[in-house]
C-alpha cells in the first residue's frame, strides 16, 4: 500500500485547508485510516480516523468540531477537512493505513504511512 498525501500549505489563523490521501497499491488490504500530525520535539497525535466500510469517523479532541475526515472508495481518496484553523494546527500531517484499526488512535496500530503535508497556520 503507497499513500500519497497532499494539500497542505499555508492558512490564517480562522482559514481551511482540506488535505488529501491517495492511497494505490492494495486499497483492500487496509481497513481504517487515519490521520495523525506531528510538530518537530513532540510525539505523533491522532487527528482523525476513518474505515473504508464505515461511515463512522474517530477524531482526536484537538479535531472535534473543527475537522471532518471523510472517503472516495472509488477514487481510494481520503479527505481531512480543517475549518477554523488555529495556529497550534500547525504541524506535519500524515495519513497512514491499518489493516486491522482496532486502536485507531494508536500510531502503533498503522502499517503503512504517507510521507507527510506541512500544514502551517499563521496568526
Known amino acids: 500500500v503507497q499513500l500519497q498525501a497532499s494539500g497542505g500549505g499555508l492558512a490564517q489563523a480562522g482559514g481551511s485547508l482540506r488535505l488529501s490521501c491517495a492511497v494505490s497499491?492494495?486499497?483492500?488490504?487496509?481497513?481504517?485510516m487515519g490521520w495523525f500530525r506531528q510538530v518537530p520535539g513532540k510525539d505523533r497525535e491522532f487527528v482523525a480516523a476513518i474505515s473504508w466500510s464505515s461511515d463512522s469517523p474517530y477524531y482526536g479532541d484537538s479535531a472535534k468540531g473543527r475537522f471532518t475526515i471523510a472517503r472516495d472508495n472509488a477514487k481510494k481518496t481520503v479527505y481531512l477537512q480543517m475549518n477554523r484553523l488555529k495556529p497550534e494546527d500547525t504541524a506535519v500531517y500524515y495519513c497512514?493505513?491499518?489493516?486491522?484499526?482496532?486502536?485507531?488512535?494508536?500510531?502503533?496500530?498503522?502499517?503503512?504511512w504517507g510521507q507527510g503535508t506541512l500544514v502551517t497556520v499563521s496568526s
Open positions: 497512514a493505513a491499518s489493516a486491522g484499526g482496532l486502536r485507531v488512535g494508536a500510531d502503533d496500530e498503522y502499517d503503512w
Open positions: 497499491g492494495g486499497t483492500f488490504s487496509s481497513n481504517v
